[in-house]
């Protein structure tokens, strides 16, 4: 297939964060998720006449430390608009959102793949504005009814709308974009982000520029909605940059040539389908809402915003490396599993001072138990100073690494210290002096052994291991291998 290099993809996404606010952005209605429909509603929040808005600061307060994180420019000055259209579950005819003002713009996301699935890049943030949600639509729910109901509990929730430059260049990029962005509002604190219900919404616009003799063409923008995962969102993408690829072989048609058309991805056919034609920005007729003043924002705040932020991904990943040696890789698997399993991490690799050893049980034995018990490190059966307690065993030799994995599943299992659990599968502290002893006597009995290390054949020493084993099962192979060799060597046997 020539596709593959005929064009390049052009991606810009639009995403919109429920923000993580108890009440929503213009009244005092609870924003929880999963109440009965219409029970969390207000004469503000279904538009009455005469209800008054007045804003939620802590949610100004979110979407603030969100644009520093993202550094984006902050406006002292930011205002309200309308945006008018009608829909069933937009009760007032309008949504309070920010036009030409909004409350932060020009920012950047830097993003890259520690497996180098596409290069490093500085993906531009074009906005990111406050507004507030609709409500939802649901058709034919109830069984045996053909009918359509709403549901304004969601209505008014407070949403922060990123929007960025069309600078990504494939789907795997776009999913790259979307992940560091997961990540840094859920270390911020600032959304669950949980797509299931709709906390994250995730709109692209693409289109392709195609190489011809010519010269470069682009084709027509097409905006994607109803993705409902990241793996979604690629596959999308996937399939939209091949269809417009055909739809230019068939017809030669140019961005401009026709108006910018939404189309909706459908998971189950994994295809897109054509919907409605996008509005202009003119069909919506803004401007400013006359209920609401507008923001000023001071430097102190940003300061404030600025001082509140904490360690981010992007900064962790590298301390991670500088302070525990490990490499980019797994500094990147570990920040990618959230703040509290980094923390969990610091602390094993602090008490044991091994970085290495830490990261690799973390990622080898922790996170796997954790998949396996569908668990957070939160809820995880065995804490940090426990886990550094059976690494400092290892370390000391104390118990080799295959013995270490039985005990810290009997410590998972029984929710205990790692001497416990050694106490528990008889698993004695192994004393170096009877170890010494054990070897001795075995090199006596074993006197053809003995001339064949002397020789300098160190096969010999195996079958050594195996008897030593068979008599004391805690030791530790690697450390009665030294023994056997020491003591050939030094003939006191
Ligand atoms: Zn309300
Ligand atoms: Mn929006």
Known sequence: MMADTAYEVIIGLEVHVQLQTQSKLFCRCSTRFGAPPNTQTCPVCIGLPGALPVMNEEAFRLALLTAVALECEIPSFTKWDRKNYYYPDLPKGYQISQFDLPMSCHGGLEISDAKGAFPDRRVRILRAHLEEDAGKSMHDEVAGKADSRIDLNRTGTPLLEIVTEPDMRSPQ?????????????????????????????????????????????????????????????????????????????????????????????????????????????????????????????????????RQRLGELPAALRSRLQSDYGIDAYSADVLVNQGRLLVQYFEAVAQSTGDGKR?????????????????????????????????????????????????????????????????????????????????CREILRANPKAVADLKEGKQKAVGALIGQAKQRNANINPGRIKEIFLDLARSEQI
């Not at 669950?192 to 011809?212: F, I």
């Not at 063409?217 to 109803?226: F, G, R, S």
């Not at 189309?263 to 202009?280: I, L, M, N, S, Y």
């Open 358 to 438: 830490a990261s690799n049980w973390m990622q080898q034995d922790v996170m796997r138990s954790l998949n396996e018990r569908s668990m957070v490190i939160g809820d995880f059966p065995v804490s940090a100073p426990a886990l550094a307690e059976l690494l400092s065993a290892v370390q000391r030799d104390e118990i080799d690494n295959t013995r270490a994995k039985d005990v810290f599943a009997r410590m998972i299992d029984d929710r205990c210290s790692a001497s416990d659990a050694m106490a528990a599968l008889g698993i004695a502290k192994v004393d170096e002096a009877q170890t010494v002893e054990l």
């Open 173 to 305: 990029e776009a999913k790259g974009f979307l992940t560091e962005l997961k990540l840094l509002l859920t270390y911020l604190g600032v959304s669950d982000c949980n797509m299931q219900e709709g906390s994250l919404r995730v709109d692209a616009n693409v289109n392709l520029h195609v190489s011809t003799p010519g010269g470069v063409v682009a084709t027509p923008i097409v905006e994607i909605k109803n993705m409902n995962s990241f793996r979604a969102v690629e596959r999308a993408l996937a399939y939209e940059a091949e269809r417009q690829y055909q739809v230019w072989l068939e017809t030669g048609r140019k961005k401009g040539d026709v108006p910018k058309q939404t189309r909706g991805w459908d998971d189950q056919a994994q295809v897109t389908r054509g919907q409605r034609h996008k509005e202009e920005s003119s069909d919506y007729r803004y401007f400013p809402d006359p209920d609401l003043v507008p923001v000023r924002v001071t430097p102190a705040q940003i300061e404030e915003a």
